[in-house]
């Protein structure tokens, strides 16, 4: 299950020319306190199902595996984390697993600054024939940014994720997306593609 917090909110109506200078940097174990403050932020979690901290030091180590640490801003301070898993797959079918910004990130097109990062990193570095993720139904403003980054959505698995917290009792739903290499290449010829990364 991929898990996306505050890109909720965030860039779903930014433009090229207001997209967000993002670094992408391998999280160090060292990083794993800023990665837990954030996931478990009351803003993000009913979005996201939060990992133990074991379980980030393994997508830190296993190299299926890439966690990142996003940076942005003019001294490009922490500002969320990603991870990516599938990086081995024989299939090259490599999985959006989380990506989680912190509040301050909300609103300045630092969402769609990642997802075009990773899409970038996904196709061009991982050499990916198809780029996926899933969201939940209730996360809507994310699957709006997907959506307008070129995700297809490919469909739903019913109520397969329980609510939990504010006195959440129920389900949701995960929404599958995903992005194949020759859509991806369609959308760099037409100039759709021009993320801010450095």
């Known amino acids: 299950m991929s898990d996306h917090g505050r890109l909720a909110s965030d860039g779903s109506d930014a433009s090229d020319g207001g997209a967000q200078r993002v670094r992408l940097r391998p ?3 060292s990083d794993l306190d800023f990665v837990i403050q954030v ?17 980030h030091e393994g997508a830190v180590r296993f190299p299926d595996f890439r966690h990142f640490i996003v940076e942005a801003g003019p001294g490009f301070d922490a500002a969320g984390f990603v991870i990516l898993q599938g990086c081995r797959n024989p299939h090259r079918s490599v999985e959006m697993k989380r990506l989680v ?7 300045q097109g630092l969402g769609r600054a990642c997802v075009r990062a990773l899409k970038l990193m996904a196709f061009r570095d991982l050499s990916a024939h198809r780029f996926w993720l ?9 699957q709006q ?28 739903s995960l929404i599958v997306m995903s992005l194949l290499d ?14 801010a990364v450095v």
């Open 27 to 29: 999280t160090l174990l």
């Open 39 to 55: 996931e478990t932020d009351g803003r993000n979690l009913p979005f996201i199902t939060p990992w133990e901290r074991t379980q």
């Open 101 to 107: 910004l912190a509040h301050d990130g909300q609103g």
């Open 134 to 142: 899933d969201v939940k139904a209730l996360n809507t403003r994310a």
């Open 145 to 172: 940014l997907y959506a307008s980054e070129g995700f297809v959505e490919e469909g739903r698995l019913r109520e397969s994720v329980r609510l939990t917290g504010n006195n959440a009792d129920g389900y949701d």
């Open 182 to 195: 020759r859509e991806y290449q369609a959308r760099v010829a037409l100039g759709q593609e021009s993320a």
